[in-house]
């Protein structure tokens, strides 16, 4: 089963495999804490660069974790 956060914005990155930053843990609440399977939760920043794709909408959350303004659950079609 699959649980995806995604956020979108600076971060600061160590070596090869440490990242760090405010979207940077509001992505991993999202996708290891309120996703359920098959979910991607995505927080605002990343609805508001992304919301030009066609095939995909958003659907606002409750839940909201620290470092976001808000998040939504995102909507595709194959």
């Not at 991993?28 to 991607?40: N, P, R, T």
């Not at 909408?57 to 194959?78: R, V």
């Amino acid at each position: 089963m699959l649980c995806v956060g995604l956020g979108y914005g600076k971060l600061l990155r160590i070596g090869d495999s440490d990242v760090y930053g405010a979207e940077v843990n509001a992505a991993c609440k999202l996708g290891e804490d309120a996703a359920k399977a098959w979910e991607i939760l995505v927080t605002g920043t990343v609805k508001d660069k992304a919301e030009s794709i066609s095939g995909v909408t958003y659907e606002a959350i409750d839940y909201i974790p620290e470092g976001a303004q808000n998040a939504f659950k995102l909507h595709y079609q194959l």
